[in-house]
C-alpha cells in the first residue's frame, strides 16, 4: 500500500527526512512508511531553516503528499513555519515540536486552520505532566513521543521499565481525549530482532506508531504493530461464533472480548491485512 492509503489515525510507521534535503524526498515517498515527515525543526541548521522550508512546499506544491514537523510554539521560527504553512496543497498535517501546553497545538491551528491535523511531539517532563491537557486541546490528532529529548531532559535510561511511564502517560492521556494511539519514538539500532523486541514493547503499552529514522526498518515496525495472523485468526473465529448463538452474552468476558476481536478485524482491514 503507499504511504497515503492509510488512514492517519491508523498509521504505524512515521519516516522523518531531514527537510533541508530535497533530494532524498522521493526517494522516501517510495519506501513502505505509512507517513512521510518531512523535518524543518531539529535536522535543519538555523541558518538553513528558510530554505528547507521553501523546499518542502516546493515539492509539496508539486503534487506531493507529507506531513511536516514544524518548529516549536516558543521559538523564533514558528511564526514563519505556520505563516508560509498555511492554506498549501498536500499537507497532510503537521508535528507540532516540543510541545509543553496546551495553547501552543491551540495557537497552531488557530495559525494554520482548523482543518489542519496537528501530531503533538511530547519531548520533555513538562510535557507528559501537561499531556492530558495537551490530548484534549483544539487541533490535536494524535500525540507523539519525543523519546530522545525526554531522556536527555530527565537523565532517564533507554531501558523499558524507566521509559514505561511516560509512554504509558501519552497512552492515558490519548484515550481522555478520544484520539487514536499515540506514536512511539524512534529506536536506533542496527538489530531488527532489537527494533521489533522495543516496538513489541511500546504495542503492548497501547502505543500504535512509531517515528523512524531508518528506512531499513520500516517493514520491521510495521509488522510489529499490525494484527498477527493468529490475533485476526482469533478474533474472525470469536466474531463467528458470537454471531451464530445470536450475539448471545454468555458471560462476563464476552464484552470485552468482542471489542477487541471487532478492533483487530477492523484494524487488519484497514491495514488490507484481511
Known amino acids: ?139 490535536t490528532f494524535r500525540l507523539a513521543f519525543g523519546s530522545g529529548d525526554y531522556r536527555k531532559d530527565t537523565g532517564t535510561a533507554a531501558d523499558d521499565l524507566a521509559m514505561a511511564y511516560p509512554r504509558s502517560r501519552l497512552v492515558v492521556a490519548s484515550r481522555i481525549g478520544n484520539l487514536p494511539g499515540p506514536i512511539d519514538g524512534p529506536t536506533i539500532s542496527p538489530s531488527n530482532s532489537i527494533i521489533r523486541d522495543k516496538t513489541e514493547v511500546a504495542v503492548a503499552l497501547g502505543m500504535t506508531g512509531k517515528l523512524v529514522i531508518d528506512v531499513d526498518k520500516i517493514p520491521v515496525i510495521n509488522e510489529a504493530i499490525s494484527p498477527t495472523r493468529s490475533d485476526i485468526e482469533w478474533a474472525q473465529g470469536f466474531l463467528a461464533d458470537f454471531e451464530s448463538r445470536g450475539r448471545v452474552v454468555r458471560d462476563g468476558s464476552d464484552l470485552p472480548r468482542l471489542g477487541r476481536a471487532e478492533k483487530i478485524v477492523k484494524l487488519a482491514t484497514a491495514l488490507g491485512l484481511v
Open 1 to 139: 500500500m503507499s504511504p497515503s492509503s492509510i488512514p492517519s489515525n491508523i498509521s504505524r510507521t512515521w519516516l522523518l527526512v531531514n527537510g533541508a534535503r530535497p533530494e532524498t524526498f522521493d526517494a522516501a515517498a517510495a519506501t513502505r512508511t505509512d507517513e512521510i515527515i518531512l523535518d524543518i525543526e531539529d535536522a535543519v541548521d538555523p541558518a538553513k531553516k528558510s530554505e528547507a522550508r521553501s523546499s518542502v512546499i516546493s515539492w509539496l506544491e508539486s503534487g506531493n503528499e507529507a506531513w511536516v514537523r514544524i518548529n516549536d510554539r516558543p521559538s523564533p521560527y514558528w511564526a514563519d513555519d505556520v505563516r508560509e504553512l498555511a492554506g498549501r496543497k498536500n499537507l497532510k498535517g503537521v508535528m507540532l515540536a516540543k510541545v509543553e501546553d496546551a495553547s501552543h497545538v491551540v495557537d497552531t491551528s488557530l495559525a494554520l486552520g482548523a482543518d489542519v491535523r496537528i501530531v503533538a511531539l511530547i519531548e520533555s517532563a513538562l510535557g507528559i505532566e501537561e499531556a492530558r491537557a495537551i490530548a484534549c486541546a483544539q487541533g
